[in-house]
């Protein structure tokens, strides 16, 4: 695995926990 593909990952992979953090802070509200 190459640098851009693992930063790749790690980006979509903040994404992806980002997004459902944001969707269960809005499940609380």
């Keep these: ?3 851009i593909n ?3 990952a790690l980006a979509a992979g ?3 926990v980002y997004l ?3 969707l ?3 499940e609380d509200l």
């Design 1 to 3: 695995m190459t640098w």
């Design 6 to 8: 693992l930063a790749a």
């Design 14 to 16: 903040g994404l992806l």
């Design 20 to 22: 459902v953090a944001s």
């Design 24 to 26: 269960l802070r809005a």
